[in-house]
């Protein structure tokens, strides 16, 4: 722990130890899952060791509290390869960082206290079992931000130095693979603009896959600006008939009158994201609302 920290947890130097042991292995195992700590064994390269972990593990459960660089990282690991993850923060951080802040984290009590133990185990065990069981083994990031390529899985040696050689030499190559993607993207999609055309950045885009991830990627904002609402689950994002795409939120509800705030709210927000509401039903356990492209329809009106 870093020290400016520990007086934040009772000037405890070991309070992470304490809460893995306390909480987070209780939690886990009360899941129906088998915790693997982060931790490596014998000469075992600890980064190599612990990429293995997040390749192989079939849940993983994240802490952002302190917002750890080395947390965010092996989230990072996490999310290219489109693998699933529960998210947990103590209750002493007041904020996340808006990109994660789509999915659902859990808060817990950092102080441990005995007489809440067994309510914060049970509390944590049902959010990492209903993570998983949500994510359908896939990353929630994806689905709110409309990524499409998956990274590959490193191949870890069992020289240290040869594992360090091969980590290095892969963030390098997807480092290069995804500047290089962005660079292609960028040339082929920017066209000169004419002066009857809107001024607006996104008007110059003319690829339809590039298109269509920055919509969603809109659309992935705005859809976690509603789950941020008391009583508003998390919501995924579909493309409807008439090529709409739509935020999808679970319901128990049969009728459209039972979600009148949720719409008032979604048709209050789009135009923060260049999105007009257009339409809500529900269907199949979902209450679904239907956007439309503000930018593209004020494109099109300027042709």
């Known amino acids: 722990m870093r020290d400016e920290h520990i007086a934040q947890y009772e000037d405890d130097p070991l309070h992470w130890k304490h809460v893995l042991e306390a909480l987070f292995i209780k939690a886990v195992e009360k899941a129906g899952f088998t915790p693997v700590l982060p931790v490596a064994n014998g000469s ?99 689905r709110y931000f409309g990524i499409e390529k998956t990274a590959e899985a490193p191949v870890a040696s069992d020289d240290p130095t040869s594992a360090r050689l091969e980590v290095i030499e892969h963030m390098l190559m997807s480092q290069t693979a995804v500047l290089k993607e962005t660079r292609e993207l960028a040339f082929s999609a920017v066209r000169p603009q004419s002066k009857s055309r809107s001024s607006d950045p996104g008007a110059q885009v003319s690829d339809p ?49 039972d979600h009148d705030e949720l719409v008032m709210r979604a048709s209050e927000l789009a135009p923060k994201y260049d999105l007009e509401l257009v339409g809500g039903r529900v269907r199949a356990g ?4 239907d956007f439309a492209d503000a930018r593209a329809r004020r494109d099109s009106d300027l042709i």
């Not at 979902?286 to 609302?289: K, P």
């Open 44 to 142: 075992d390269l600890i980064q190599a060791s612990i990429i293995d972990q997040l390749v192989n593990s079939e849940m993983m459960l994240c802490d952002l509290s302190t917002h750890n660089p080395n947390v965010f990282f092996e989230l990072g690991v996490r999310t290219s390869l489109n693998l699933p993850v529960a998210l947990v923060r103590d209750s002493e951080d007041v904020a996340i960082p808006f990109d994660v802040s789509a999915i659902n984290t859990y808060s817990y009590d950092p102080s441990l206290r005995l007489w809440n133990g067994d309510q914060q185990t049970g509390a944590l065990a049902d959010h990492i079992r209903i993570a998983h069981e949500r994510s359908r083994n896939v990353n929630q990031l994806w």
């Open 209 to 257: 896959k590039l298109i269509l991830a920055r919509r969603r990627q809109r659309l992935g904002r705005l859809g976690a600006a509603l789950a941020n609402l008391d009583g508003v689950p998390a919501p995924s994002i579909a493309k409807n008939a008439a090529g709409n795409l739509s935020l999808a939120f679970e319901t128990s509800s049969s009728t459209n009158s």
């Open 286 to 289: 979902h209450f679904v609302l």
